[in-house]
């Protein structure tokens, strides 16, 4: 009958106390009030009335993403700070038993430290610095931390927000300074224009003084070739005359005609300038030795004739 109970209140303790620890979470487990262990991932017994679960810690990467902090720089200006803290829980104990509320703990640290480091900087080197605000705090709160089991894996700056005076000077310089550059920009652009233009229209004489150039080569070679070949008509038509005027001195010397006949064609010739329209007629200055020629010619052919 004892064993009978007993077995009944092992599974009743077994039933009442079975824990599963999902994945990602642990569990700080105390007896009688004092810490006992930390359960990781899976099944585990409890005893109902002696061991409690004193708190579940989420083991994984978390956000806490603090409010905007009020801060003052080194200049005096009042300026709000949104910041954001990566951290992990790496020893369930200590952040069960380290401080009373380590989220709260971890912003107010947060704050602190943040505005100790603006404090030691002006406007202008805090709006241009935030990656050495992020090292510095990263560097701080997870050094801080440490004691209650958290470490920190990254700190960042969302925003800083100066004041609205602040911010309205700022725009009016950020405009002026796009002004400027667009300025800058159109006046290089203009001047590069310039200078294109420049080069195309050097480029373009250039290249008209080239063509004229080589026209004025082909129009002189053309006067050239066109000479040539006047010179040589002219000099062909010479020869031509030449040989013709030689051909008929050899068929005269062929015919066996003497200085009588050559007197006679020169008569023929002056004979038919004579009934031509000219007004002056030369005559050969020879022209009583042509007659004495024709008489003898006459006498002879008499002879032959019996005349």
């Known amino acids: 009958m004892g064993i009978v109970i007993i077995l009944i209140i ?25 810490y006992l262990t930390t359960w990781n991932a899976g099944p585990h017994i409890l005893i109902p009335g002696i061991d409690t679960v004193r708190r579940k810690v989420l083991i994984k990467e978390e956000v806490a993403d603090f409010a905007p902090q009020p801060v003052i ?27 009373e509320n380590p989220i709260m703990a971890m912003e107010n640290l947060t704050a602190t430290t943040l505005r100790n480091i603006i404090g030691d900087m002006e406007l ?3 709006l241009t610095s935030r990656e050495r605000i992020n090292g510095i705090m990263l560097s701080t709160v997870d050094k801080a931390t440490d ?20 911010r309205d000077a700022m725009e009016k310089q950020m405009k002026a300074e796009r002004e400027k550059r667009a300025a800058i920009l159109t006046a290089e652009g203009q001047k590069q224009a310039m200078i294109l233009t420049a080069e195309g229209k050097k480029e373009s004489a250039v290249l008209n003084a080239e063509a004229e150039k080589q026209a004025t080569i082909l129009a002189a070679e053309a006067r050239k070739e066109a000479e040539i070949r ?10 031509q005359i030449q040989e ?17 006949v050559i ?7 002056l004979e038919k300038v004579g009934d031509g329209n000219a007004t002056k007629i030369i005559v050969p200055s020879d022209i009583a030795g042509l007659a004495g020629t024709l008489t003898a010619l006459k006498d002879t052919v008499d002879t032959k004739t019996g005349k």
Do not use: H
């Open 10 to 34: 092992a599974i009743l303790i077994m039933v009442l106390g079975f824990r599963i620890v999902p994945q990602g979470s642990a569990y700080v487990v105390e007896r009688l009030g004092k």
């Open 73 to 99: 720089t080194k200049d005096n200006v009042t300026m709000q700070i949104d910041s954001v803290v990566y951290f992990k829980v790496i020893n369930p104990e200590l952040y069960a038993y380290g401080v």
């Open 124 to 126: 202008d080197e805090t």
């Open 147 to 166: 004691p209650w089991g958290i470490r920190c894996t990254r700190v960042e700056v969302k925003s800083i927000t100066p004041p609205a005076a602040i």
């Open 230 to 239: 006047e010179a040589e008509g002219k000099a062909e038509a010479i020869r």
């Open 244 to 260: 013709a005027t030689a051909e008929g001195i050899k068929a005269v010397k062929a015919a066996g005609a003497d200085d009588a």
């Open 263 to 269: 007197r006679l064609r020169s008569l023929e010739a």
